[in-house]
């Protein structure tokens, strides 16, 4: 279907570092992260291997929900910069050989969008139908959808007498995809950022965009109820094929964030010539230690982790590509969930071992590569999530007290992962020499980047010789997959085989010593061992091996 110019198949051989600009760098001393901080540590970002950056949004907004709610979709944050400033970190970031995306978010505006306000006004508004407004039924709102992020789906206009739709919080109306005029907006943003020269996008809840035209009640659940009628809509195709076209115009790519779709259904829109996205992010595998939301916790389970990375590299080889990755602004630390804080640099170096030498392309949150883990907020009112707090008002229905859900938001809160990156051991941690706009990790005088920077065996310098090996072998990127002792609790191992090559990765999540022997047809020999994430190896006898606490090997045959 779309007359493919461009060949954009440079997104497979990337890897992306993803910064959440409100926490990554205070360049001018206000307390909050900005594009001054970006650009000071541009060198360092690049000298981690990757060659790109997504940005979370850095457009204006009332930050109900930290810029996902955007006010403005063709300017930078003042709190982060302005479009001059952006356009230098383009031309450095590009001088560098280093790719810029962009979160584009147009499920829904920020209440406080020109749009929303003009569409308040008066039914016969040009701007009225940029959203989704309907008149309540028997006296309550139109239908019984509640909100993903805050209380019901729809809020009460007394001046129009009418409801708006809110799939997230209240300030983040959905816009009304029906309309070929709030299409038309979405392309012309899209071009705006790629004609300045950007080189791609993350679309954020993208396959939410179509609703369905009837708006039935949705099936009733304390928290997004309602969401089966536009998890993946009656238009969505037809959507975002229009945007496609407009990708296909330029080179670039795009990876889109979908909720709820299994590696099955990825194939649908990433598949082939006529994919509307070159990547999907799954969410199969944040799930092995929660039922569907971080905040649902249960035992972590290797079982189910392996499950959810086999399905997916199974699924879409050949076919598909895959995105991977193990941290971003949306959930808690991956070494605090899946790894164990005791063995933080062992288990730190293991995860990304374990992660990103399966085909795909690699996303790093900011403060992954140095191993940064959950915080501990003393008290409630730390937290500046609207997440953390629509999710405490669930569990209070439920008789939870505030104490036990602190615990639980220390833990599964995403806030885990907003808190400041840790540059040194200097006050606020190198962040900023004001305020800090959002609690520091105590831990900031031990995991700090400068004395990962310093240690030879750090998390840091471990994932640049793991990016590097990943650049140098295709075999990581493009090698076809199969896992072993799928039915071991302790150990993920797999194959990747690539025309005549062969690799075995092998990850211990155990935190004790613990045998491991090489599967049928590989020998384990120390002259193959490309990574290892123990300063010292021991010599391979045969087939057996000792993994120490969350050790990883990495054998590659060529
Ligand atoms: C996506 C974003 C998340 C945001 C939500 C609503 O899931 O990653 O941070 O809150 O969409 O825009
Ligand atoms: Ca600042």
Not at 228 to 252: A, Q, T, W
Request: hydrophobic share 30%.
């Amino acid at each position: 279907m779309f007359k493919r110019k461009i060949d954009n198949s440079w997104y497979k051989e990337i890897s992306v570092y993803h910064i959440w600009c409100r926490s990554f760098k205070d360049g001018n001393g206000d307390g909050i992260g900005d594009l001054y901080g970006v650009l000071e540590e541009l060198d360092y970002i690049k000298s981690l291997g990757v060659d790109a950056i997504w940005f979370s949004p850095i457009y204006p907004s009332p930050n109900c929900d930290w810029g996902y709610d955007i006010s403005d979709y063709k300017n930078i944050h003042p709190d982060y910069g302005d479009l001059k400033l952006f356009k230098k970190l383009l031309k450095e970031a590009h001088k560098r050989d280093l790719k810029v995306i962009m979160d584009l978010v147009v499920n829904h505006t920020s209440s406080e969008h020109e749009w929303f306000k003009e569409s308040q006004k008066s039914e016969d508004n040009p701007y009225h139908d940029y959203y989704i407004w309907k008149k309540g039924k028997n006296g309550g709102p139109p239908n019984n959808w509640l909100s993903i992020f805050e209380g019901g789906a729809w809020e009460y206009n007394e001046h129009l007498d009418k409801y708006y739709l809110h799939a997230f919080a209240k300030g983040q109306p959905d816009l009304n995809m029906d309309n070929p005029k709030v299409r038309e907006e979405v392309k012309d943003i899209m071009r705006f950022w790629l004609d300045m020269g950007v080189d791609g996008f993350r679309e954020d809840v993208i396959t939410f965009i179509s609703k369905d035209p009837d708006f039935p009640n949705g099936f009733p659940i304390p928290v997004a109820c309602g969401i089966e009628h536009y998890k993946s809509g009656p238009n969505l195709m037809k959507y975002l094929r229009e945007f496609r076209e407009v990708i296909e115009e330029y080179d670039c790519f795009v990876v889109a964030e979908s909720p709820l779709t299994g590696a099955k259904d990825a194939l649908k829109y990433t598949s082939g010539k006529d994919r509307v996205f070159d990547m999907m992010i799954s969410f199969d595998h944040m799930q092995a230690n929660c039922f569907m939301h971080d905040t649902l916790y249960l035992p972590f389970s290797l079982r189910k982790l392996k499950r959810a990375l086999s399905k997916w590299q199974t699924k879409l080889y050949g076919k598909a590509w895959n995105a991977l990755y193990l941290e971003n602004h949306d959930h808690p630390r991956i070494i605090s969930r899946y790894g164990n804080e005791k063995f933080r640099t062992e288990s730190g170096k293991m995860l990304a071992t374990m992660a990103y030498l399966q085909s795909g392309t690699p996303y790093i949150y900011q403060g992954q590569e140095i191993g940064m883990l959950n915080n501990k907020f003393s008290d409630l009112s730390e937290f500046k999530d609207v997440v953390t707090f629509n999710n405490q008002k669930i569990f209070k229905k439920f008789g939870v007290s505030d104490k036990t859900y602190l615990k639980i938001a220390n833990r599964t809160s995403r806030e885990n992962a907003r808190t400041p990156v840790q540059w040194n051991d200097k006050k606020n941690a190198g962040f900023t020499t004001g305020k800090p706009w959002f609690s520091i990790n105590p831990n900031y005088k031990d995991i700090n980047r400068d004395k990962e920077e310093k240690d030879p065996n750090s998390i840091l310098n471990y994932y640049r010789k793991l990016l590097k090996v990943r650049k140098e072998n295709k075999i990581f990127i493009y090698g076809k997959y199969k896992e072993h002792y799928k039915r071991s609790k302790d150990i993920y191992c797999y194959e990747m085989r690539y025309k005549k090559q062969k690799a075995l990765i092998i990850c211990s999540f155990k935190d004790k010593n613990i045998k491991f022997k090489a599967p049928k047809g590989f020998k384990l020999n120390n002259k193959k061992l490309i990574l290892h994430t123990y300063e010292d190896v021991r010599k391979t006898k045969g087939k057996e091996i000792t993994l120490r606490p969350y050790e990883a090997l990495v054998y590659l045959w060529k």
